[in-house]
């Protein structure tokens, strides 16, 4: 969810509205704001599946430390989605393990 | 080519920039680099205003001052380079960026490393649930991006940046559940806590997270009370429907660059580089200002950044010793201010503070639940002149470093005296005016003008207000006490706001005279959307 | 480094704990159970902890965990850890891809 | 004075080659006692190293050794120390870069092919037909089929751990600094803390630090330290498994994907052979560069991969670039296992296995005697 309207903060600084797909869903977002940004607005929580347990991950640190929120971007995988500016176009999808949900299928 | 400058500085945060408008106006050839889109570090996070005095920015929101800093640095002709990764800190002060997409070399006569901290984590069952996150990344959604963290959060620590983003929280929109630590004591400045408890926020010291509960994400906390060996007692769990768990259990110096170059490492709060006045560390040359060289706050930040910037000015010949000793010693009094009272890095983790400097005995529901009583407010008989008419009534009661509302009062009302950890007190014999100048300037929003007789049978509370919607004026809502419960019905009778106030309004609010010394907050009566 | 440390004593047998499944190292997965162990095997320090069980070796280069690495192994050795014998640090300080890592700037 | 501790055995150096030779002594019933100058188990080239697991590309003299190790130890180390050793025999595949180098690769099939190892000869197509990520700048290659790789750091640490549960004592963190002849018979070792161990046998498998050493019993080999430098990419999806090396200009260059799905990769800048510090290995500036650009031109296809880690190490380098191994008959009850000019990994096993035979007065596995102290000799 974004926010509205702020107290202190007058305005966000926000490119112009682009679309991308997160696993072939269509959402849209600002360009130039990180891709988790947009994600979460968006109420996307996991970003992927960990190698060993299958376990969900999300975004924790937001500034690109904990690595923790990568995915697959335009198929390049490990990419810190919270500090990834979003662009017109991009395909995103969850991570799984290493790489793409077919790849860790095969 | 590898390209030598006189000083490279790594992060662009208040240290870094600090340090690199100084070294900049010594006239030395300065490059900052950063890794992030915008310089400014986590000031463009900080959307409260800072303690402190008049030189170290105090009342002043930190994104202001982020602000401030960057037009000095222009106006210095400090070159800061944005998204550029620091690699390395390498041999012969070499310094690896990648940038443009390509990795280049430099090399500095003098390196100043002001890297900052990144947060500590704690561990339970389900920390790695989607939904679990830091207090810093709470911030950048909702402060840099708009982005909504959650809609209802549990808050994990009552240091000032879990008490901080808890009130961010809350005027972003969310809901805070409640703010637990498992330490006995609130952490945190107790002006912060009050302002959060009073929205209605529960507190709860010495509890722990048992578990974040959801399976893609989450959907629930339990947390549980802890023993004196922090271990959770078996019975005492109690439940939270939220989808958020945000953590602010610390900071640590972000000291990898120092390591890398091999600099001497020693604990102090975290491996930080051992180092010289200057902040100079055993490597020649190579300097650290900031949280990088122990967690302070960012006030501190800047002042250990000139003081680094100086260092190296006066290693390289950039500024003669007498200017120097003159900085050098300016600096040294302004960092030492902040450096006094109770919450000063040697009282860190203790509890066997019991009085204020002055003697007055501490609020321990302060300390415990995030709200004073009014017993325990009437024991600080220098907050509170219990003059007729409009007068401020402070509920200041810790030795922070702070003093803009002395600065605050043209008319003489408050006063801290030199030493800014002082508790300010209400002059007695002073008149107030009403003008609100030190509501509005307060950073930990601790100042209420109060009426207690309006001859109608009424009050008058005019108290800071940061939250939307705005309220309207005759319009009626709930007053809360300073826990948050609700006390009796409250009329809006005026709403200032001014450019000076910065976006703090005055409420001035109605409640019948016999609740004059308990309403210090306003719910409208349909909740905010 | 250089911490002296005569390796004959006995730390005694390894007990499990109730909370040894809790995940330490985020992205390698490695679990407080695993660590403890490790140190019960003879790996008393950071370093050997994380050559051994790879605490810290993942994407984020142990930014998140060190800490609490460092607890575990101090609470399991009952003997503090110097800040000089906490993990190494090494570039890059972020993940760089090879093909920019090899082009640098004339 | 500190005190004395007794042992039939003190080892210096707690790395590959140090720990197997305490394992393998005190499988034999031997007490043993290990002291490192480092704080941590294995802290200099076990480390470090790529972990290749080679018969091919090795100096003549060390082929017996290497082709022991690869067909005796390695195949049942992981069961030997109960711990995986990811060992994979997956073959080494070793590119020429030119026209000119492809007689290199023939000579390294020939030299092979006296000690019973086969190395294939490739075209770069038939390369490409093994492994589609080859680039194209790549003339040939020499493809080893018994060669592979191990993990280096739990093998090292597996070997550590093996000796403890045996009985040997490590004390780390302690240099030796001093042998002490007595009646005759290398027995005492001094460290800087002061501390005096005592053994019938004090082995040297402490790699360029041996030399120093060995000097205070007036004994010296022609080593020199040299830099190494690697680094490590993100995991990614399992490629190829195979040990990868090249001859000619790009010689320095090596690596292989881990069982983890990360990449190793080894090479030079040129600076590491002269570097300005002699401490800690440090990485230098344009190493890492220079390896990605050299990892780029064997396999195109890993230019988007991460780079998550660089670290360096010294190597000690002998004067004709393969190691100095067994007793040093000058000074009765000396032994040294160094100087392996960065062959130790996949060596140290077997020297261990070796030393402690030789220890334990028993006939050694491989004949050490071509790779004896003694051997340096004018070329003229």
Redesign the interface.
């Not at chain 2, 997409?101 to 070399?105: F, M």
């Given at each position: 969810m974004r926010i509205e309207q702020h107290p202190i903060l007058d305005t966000f600084e926000k490119g112009r509205q682009v679309r991308f797909t997160y696993d072939g869903r269509e959402l849209t977002g600002y360009e130039g704001e990180p891709i988790a940004e947009a994600l979460h607005a968006a109420g996307v929580m996991v970003h992927r599946y960990?190698?060993?347990?299958h376990?969900p991950?999300g975004m924790?640190?937001a500034i690109?430390?904990?690595?923790?929120c990568?995915m697959i971007v335009n198929g390049k995988s490990?990419i810190?989605t919270c500090i990834t500016p979003l662009e017109e176009g991009m395909v995103v999808e969850t991570q799984y393990g290493n790489s793409s949900r077919e790849d860790a299928q095969k | 080519?590898i390209k030598h400058y006189d000083l490279i500085v790594v992060g662009a945060g208040p240290a870094g920039l600090s340090a690199a408008i100084k070294a900049a106006n010594c006239g030395m050839h300065v490059i900052v680099f950063d890794?992030n889109q915008r310089p400014g570090g986590q000031l463009f996070k900080q959307i409260h205003k800072f303690f402190g005095s008049k030189e170290h920015k105090a009342k002043i929101r930190g994104i202001r001052i982020g602000e401030e800093l960057l037009a000095e640095a222009e106006k210095a002709g400090v070159e800061v380079s944005l998204n550029s990764?620091?690699?390395?800190l390498?041999n012969l002060k070499g310094v690896?960026v990648?940038r443009n997409?390509?990795?280049?070399?430099f090399r500095g006569e003098n390196v100043i490393i002001a890297t900052g901290a990144?947060e500590?984590?704690v561990?339970?069952?389900g920390?790695?649930t989607p939904g679990v996150i830091g207090a810093g990344a709470a911030q950048t959604m909702m402060n840099l991006h708009g982005v909504m963290p959650g809609k209802r959060i549990l808050m994990v620590g009552t240091g000032n940046v879990g008490l901080v983003v808890s009130f961010q929280l809350l005027q972003a929109g969310c809901e805070v559940a409640a703010v637990i630590d498992a330490a006995p004591r609130v952490g945190g400045y107790g002006v912060h806590a009050a302002k959060v408890a009073r929205t209605g926020v529960p507190f709860y010291l010495s509890h722990t997270v048992v578990k974040a509960e959801g399976g893609d994400h989450v959907t629930g906390v339990t947390i549980a009370e802890v023993d004196s060996h922090f271990k959770p007692i078996p019975g005492t769990e109690k439940h939270f429907d939220v989808d958020t768990v945000c953590m602010a259990v610390g900071l640590?110096p972000m000291?990898?660059?120092t390591?890398?170059a091999g600099c001497?490492?020693?604990?102090n709060g975290?491996?930080?580089p051992e180092k010289n006045e200057y902040g100079e560390t055993s490597i020649p040359g190579v300097f650290v200002a900031g949280d990088v060289a122990g967690i302070e706050e960012a006030s501190s930040a800047m002042i250990t950044g000139r003081i680094a910037a100086l260092g190296a000015a006066g290693r390289s010949g950039f500024i003669s010793d007498a200017e120097f000793t003159k900085q050098y010693e300016a600096c040294v009094n302004s960092l030492n201010q902040l450096r006094q009272g109770m919450f000063c890095k040697a009282n860190k983790g203790r509890t066997d503070i019991l009085t204020t400097d002055e003697g007055y005995p501490l609020s321990m529901s302060l300390l415990t639940k995030g709200y004073m009583t009014e017993e325990e407010l009437a024991k600080f008989t220098n907050l509170n002149a219990h003059q007729t008419g409009v007068h401020p009534v402070i509920e200041c009661t810790q030795n922070i470093p702070c003093n803009p509302c002395q600065e605050a009062c043209k008319f003489g009302c408050i006063s801290v005296g030199t030493n800014i950890t002082n508790l300010p007190g209400v002059v007695a014999e002073s008149k107030c005016t009403g003008c609100g100048m030190c509501v509005a300037n307060c950073p930990g929003q601790a100042i209420f003008l109060v009426n207690e007789d309006t001859g109608d049978g009424f009050a008058t509370i005019t108290l800071p207000y940061e939250f939307l919607p705005t309220p309207q004026a005759g319009e009626k809502g709930t007053a809360l006490n300073r826990s948050g419960a609700a006390v009796c019905e409250a009329e809006v009778v005026s709403v200032r706001t001014n450019k000076s106030f910065d976006h703090t309004m005055l409420l001035t609010i109605k409640v019948p005279k016999a609740y004059a010394a308990e309403a210090r907050f306003y719910k409208p009566e349909k909740e905010g959307k | 480094?250089?911490?002296?440390?005569?390796?004959?004593f006995d730390l005694g047998p390894y007990v499990p704990e109730e909370?040894d499944d809790?995940?330490?190292c985020?992205?390698?997965?490695i679990t407080?159970g695993e660590i403890r162990q490790a140190v019960h095997?003879?790996?008393f320090?950071m370093?050997?902890v994380k050559?051994?069980l790879?605490t810290g070796?993942?994407?984020?280069?142990g930014?998140?965990?060190g800490?609490?690495v460092k607890n575990i192994v101090q609470n399991e050795l009952n003997k503090k850890i110097?800040?000089?014998?906490?993990n190494?640090?090494?570039?890059?300080?972020?993940?760089?891809?090879?093909?920019?890592?090899?082009?640098?700037?004339? | 004075m500190g005190n004395i501790k007794c042992a039939d055995m003190i080892v210096i150096g707690s790395g590959i080659v140090g720990s197997s030779t305490a394992y393998y002594a005190a499988k034999k019933g031997m007490s043993v006692i290990v002291l490192d100058?480092?704080?941590?188990?294995g802290?200099g080239a076990s480390?470090r190293c790529g972990g290749g697991v080679r018969v091919s590309g090795r100096l003549e003299p060390e082929i017996p050794l290497a082709k022991y190790a690869v067909e005796n130890i390695w195949p049942t180390l992981s069961e030997e120390l109960e711990i995986d050793t990811e060992y994979h025999r997956s073959g080494n595949m070793r590119f020429a870069f030119t026209e000119e180098d492809l007689p290199k690769l023939a000579a390294i099939k020939e030299m092979n092919a006296g000690y019973g190892v086969n190395i294939e000869l490739l075209t770069a197509e038939q390369a490409r037909e093994r492994c589609p990520y080859v680039g194209e700048t790549v003339t040939g290659a020499a493809w080893c089929d018994i060669d592979g790789s191990a993990n280096p750091?739990?093998t090292?640490?597996g070997m550590?751990?093996a000796a403890?549960k045996r009985g040997v004592?490590?004390?780390?963190?302690?240099a030796a600094v001093e042998i002490q002849v007595v009646r005759g018979k290398a027995r005492r070792v001094i460290t800087a803390?002061g501390n005096i161990y005592e053994g019938e046998h004090i082995v040297l498998a402490n790699g360029y630090g041996a030399r120093a050493l060995a000097n205070t019993v007036g004994v010296d080999f022609p080593f020199r330290q040299k830099l190494i430098e690697m680094f490590v990419?993100?995991p990614t999806k399992p490629m190829f498994q195979f040990m990868v090396g090249a001859v000619g200009a790009a010689g320095g260059a090596y690596g292989h994907q881990t069982e983890?799905g990360s990449f190793l990769w080894g090479g030079d800048s040129g600076y590491e052979h002269h570097p300005i510090f002699e401490e800690d290995a440090k990485?230098i500036q344009?190493t890492?560069?220079?390896i990605?650009?050299g990892?780029?031109a064997f396999f195109p296809a890993?230019?988007?991969?991460?780079?998550?880690?660089?670290?360096a190490g010294w190597i000690d380098l002998c004067y004709d670039l393969y190691p100095v191994i067994g007793p040093v008959e000058e000074v009765p009850g000396l032994m040294v296992a160094a100087g392996y000019s960065a062959h130790g990994f996949c060596l140290g096993p077997v020297t261990g296995k070796l030393l402690a035979e030789v220890a334990a007065g028993e006939t050694p596995c491989v004949d050490w005697k071509p790779l004896a102290y003694d051997r340096f000799k004018s070329i003229f």
């Open positions: 960990t190698t060993k347990k376990e991950r924790f640190c690109g430390r904990c690595t923790d990568v490990n810190r | 080519m890794e990764i620091v690699l390395g390498y690896s990648m997409n390509q990795v280049e070399h990144s500590n984590v561990p339970f069952e920390w790695t640590s000291s990898q660059l390591r890398m001497k490492m020693i604990d975290g491996a930080v | 480094m250089k911490d002296y440390l005569d390796r004959t909370d809790l995940i330490i985020r992205c390698e997965e407080k095997e003879g790996m320090t370093t050997e050559r051994y790879r070796m993942g994407l984020c280069q930014q998140t965990c800490r609490l110097s800040a000089e014998a906490e190494t640090a090494r570039a890059p300080m972020r993940p760089i891809p090879m093909d920019v890592y090899g082009k640098e700037a004339e | 100058k480092d704080g941590v188990i802290n480390s750091l739990k090292t640490l550590y751990r403890r004592q490590y004390v780390t963190g302690d803390r990419t993100e983890h990485c344009q890492a560069p220079a990605s650009r990892t780029m890993l230019a988007e991969l991460k780079v998550i880690r660089t670290w």
